[in-house]
C-alpha cells in the first residue's frame, strides 16, 4: 500500500466520513471542521453528484485545507482525473466511473477505492487491480441514493477472511445499527446522515459513531 494510503490502512474499524450531496462551500466549511474535530475520521469523500465542475473545484479549495490540515484523506468522488488535478488524496470510483486500470496508473501514489456493491467477483477484480479499499453495499435503507445493491454482513466476514485489503461497509449505517459490520469485519464506515443530521449536530454525530465503531 503506498504513502498515500495510510489513510485508509486497516487499523481497527474508523469512520469514512461523505458530504451532504448538496452543500455550500462556504457556510459547510464551518460545520466541517467542527465534525473533524470531534474525533477520529480516517477519510472525508466530497460527493456532489449533480453539481457542475466549478461547483466541485470551488468545494475542493475550501474544504481540502481543513481536511488535510487534521491528517483527514481528501478523496473525490467519480473522477480520478479531477481528483489528480486538484491534489486530492485519491478517488472513490463506482462501476461506471471510467478507466479503472488508467485511474489506478494516474493516481500511483494517492488513494483509489472502488464500488464493489455486493459482488466478490467486483471486489477480487478491483484487488488485483490495486485498489486501496472497496466498498460494499447497500447494508440497510438508504435515503441517500436509490438502493441497487443489497449486501449481508457474510461479504465482510468472507472478505476480511481473504484479503488484507480495506473494505468500506455503505448504505444506511448509524451508530445504533452498525455494530454488526464492525463485528464482521469492515475496515470503515461510510457514513453521511449519521453525522450531518444529528440532532445535536455533527460533531456528535462523529463522537457516536466513534464510539459504535470500537471492535467487539
Not at 461479504?155 to 477472511?161: A, G, H, M, R, V
Not at 444529528?198 to 463522537?207: D, L
Request: net charge negative; glycine share 8%.
Amino acid at each position: 500500500m503506498n504513502a498515500a494510503s495510510q489513510g485508509v490502512s486497516s487499523e481497527g474499524c474508523r469512520l469514512y466520513l461523505i458530504t451532504p450531496p448538496r452543500l455550500d462551500p462556504a457556510t459547510f466549511r464551518d460545520r466541517l471542521a467542527e465534525a473533524l474535530d470531534a474525533g477520529d475520521v480516517a477519510c472525508l469523500q466530497l460527493r456532489l453528484k449533480d453539481a457542475a465542475q466549478d461547483e466541485i473545484k470551488r468545494a475542493v479549495e475550501v474544504l481540502m485545507p481543513i481536511a488535510q490540515a487534521r491528517d483527514v484523506a481528501f478523496i473525490l468522488n467519480d473522477d480520478a482525473k479531477l481528483a489528480h488535478a486538484l491534489g486530492c488524496d485519491g478517488a472513490h470510483l463506482g462501476q461506471t466511473d471510467g478507466d479503472h486500470e488508467g485511474a489506478r496508473k494516474l493516481l500511483k501514489d494517492r488513494i483509489l477505492g472502488i464500488t464493489c456493491h455486493a459482488s466478490r467477483h467486483l471486489a477480487m477484480e478491483a484487488g488485483e487491480l490495486g485498489a486501496d479499499y472497496v466498498a460494499f453495499g447497500a447494508f440497510f435503507p438508504t435515503d441517500t441514493k436509490e438502493t441497487v445493491h443489497t449486501a449481508g454482513t457474510d461479504l465482510l466476514e468472507w472478505w476480511s477472511e481473504m484479503m488484507e485489503i480495506p473494505c468500506v461497509a455503505i448504505g444506511g449505517i448509524t451508530a445504533a445499527n452498525c455494530a454488526p459490520l464492525v463485528r464482521a469485519g469492515a475496515d470503515f464506515l461510510a457514513v453521511v446522515g449519521a453525522v450531518w443530521n444529528h440532532p445535536e449536530g455533527p460533531a456528535a454525530g462523529v463522537r457516536a459513531m466513534n464510539a459504535a465503531t470500537v471492535r467487539m
